[in-house]
């Protein structure tokens, strides 16, 4: 069973930038692939980015050219970039993990606890 921790999250004011972490337990982190889910309130749960194990990558239409997901497998560690920020962008983001190699939605097999992003306008 694998454990996902999540970090960096806060408030930030239109137009800034933060960093999302999501620690992973295990010893076999860099054959799965990797995301980010966030859900505001009131509306469902939605993919913002995703990375295979071979480093490919999938955004949102919402999040494109503004946030980059990344990896280091060395540190079991998945970052999220996010700049340009607005107050849409406002959500719960969840570190989720897939049970292969490839970001398929439906094969999503863990998340985190889910870190708070709050961006003011």
């Known amino acids: 069973q694998v454990q996902l921790v999540e970090s960096g999250g806060g408030l930030v004011q239109s137009g800034g930038s933060l960093r999302l972490s999501c620690a992973a337990s295990?010893?076999?982190?860099?054959?799965?692939?990797m995301g980010w889910y966030r859900q505001a309130p009131g509306k469902q749960r939605e993919l913002v980015a995703a990375?295979?194990?071979?480093?490919?990558?999938n955004y949102a239409d919402s999040v494109k050219g503004r946030f980059t997901i990344s990896r280091d497998n060395a540190k079991n560690t998945v970052y999220l970039q996010m700049n340009s920020l607005k107050p849409e962008d406002t959500a719960v983001y969840y570190c989720?993990?897939?049970?292969?190699?490839?970001?398929?939605?439906?094969?999503?097999?863990?998340w985190g606890q889910g870190t708070q992003v709050t961006v003011s306008s």
């Open positions: 295990g010893s076999i982190f860099s054959i799965y692939a």
């Open positions: 990375i295979s194990s071979a480093g490919s990558t």
């Open positions: 989720t993990k897939y049970g292969g190699s490839y970001y398929y939605t439906s094969n999503v097999d863990s």
